[in-house]
């Protein structure tokens, strides 16, 4: 952990604010690379993951822009009402789950909203590298589009395209898109659920390998309620803790006194990874790669349960 000072707070776009943080001791930074980020401990047991945006080889800060999700379970609200400038937190060490490809090929970025955060540092490594890319941000209205002056004054402008809209708008000039780039380009996509799926399936519809098209989550989709009660066997306590079917297994091994780590609680960071023995893993997260589901020896107890009547846990 990192005890940073929050040094600067500002509204970056409509519903978005940035804030700049630097080590509270004035000391160098550890490096993170381009799509990295990093846990802000908010306070009252609220850890929240926020992308870094600013170009990874700064080392005397990382900064950070989150929008206020009226749907917020704590974490932005908390980044947008309490944390004020000159304030002390405690912030994780940066982690990349969305790492760029060292493929020296053409590389395609598509952001959506405020899915820009990882994705302004990706243009600005690619840069940095003299790599071909372009990167397409698609926002809602010219107040939502955060960053706007910050790219228009980069060196990779002319490589930017604004698409300013409703989704309905961008079709046509997504398939434009990928049409005129060869299958063989990496293809970074983050921003809202719906405009990640429409830009996935329609590179996939288009010829794209799986292997090539990289995403980024900030939050999951709704699980549908066809949850089922089972029983946990935990090996190493030879106890056994019943998941009736309105609790995640987080909650109800809390009941039991056995305490997961948690962060997002939505089955995106990782933070829950919990060693599976035996039984059938109903995966409903979004950091497993579907090879690693198919091992099934391991799961995430925050959002994912059991498709049989009993799991072996190894804790």
């Known amino acids: 952990m990192i005890r940073m000072r929050v040094t600067r707070k500002w509204s970056e776009a409509l519903d978005i604010v940035g804030c700049e943080m630097m080590a509270a001791d004035g000391g160098v930074l550890p490096a993170f ?34 929008r206020l999700d009226e749907r917020s379970r704590g974490g932005s609200a908390a980044v947008h009402n309490l944390v004020e400038e000159g304030h002390v937190i405690e912030v994780s060490l940066p982690k990349n789950l969305f790492p760029l490809s060292e493929s020296e090929g053409r590389t395609l970025l598509f952001a959506g909203g405020v899915g820009i955060t990882p994705i302004i540092a990706m243009a600005d490594t690619l840069c940095n590298s003299g790599r071909d890319f372009e990167l397409h941000y698609f926002t809602r209205s010219d107040e939502r589009t955060a960053f706007r002056s910050r790219i228009l004054a980069s060196p990779y402008a002319r490589s930017v395209f604004f698409h300013v809209g409703e989704a309905a708008d961008t079709s046509d000039s997504v398939v434009k898109t990928f049409s005129e ?98 039984g059938v893993v109903d995966h409903r997260d979004h950091y497993l790669t579907e090879a690693e589901r198919q091992r099934n020896d391991q799961f995430l107890p925050c959002c994912s349960r059991s498709k049989s009547p009993e799991l072996v846990l190894d804790i």
């Open 33 to 66: 690379e381009a799509g990295a980020h990093v846990d802000l401990h908010l306070g009252n047991g609220l850890v929240r993951q926020y992308s870094l945006c600013n170009p990874p080889w700064e080392t005397h800060r990382y900064e950070i822009a989150v």
């Open 181 to 278: 780039t060869s299958q063989s380009a990496q293809l970074y996509v983050c921003g809202p659920g719906g405009f990640m799926d429409h830009i996935v399936d329609t590179s996939k519809r288009l010829g794209w390998a799986a292997q090539n098209i990289h995403t980024e989550r900030f939050s999951a989709a709704p699980v549908t309620s066809d949850a089922g009660a089972f029983v946990l066997r935990l090996t190493r306590s030879n106890r056994e803790v019943f998941v009736p079917h309105d609790k995640t297994v987080v909650e109800a091994l809390a009941d039991a006194g056995v305490e997961i780590p948690t962060s997002c609680e939505q089955g995106i960071c990782g933070t829950c990874l919990t060693p599976v023995r035996s």
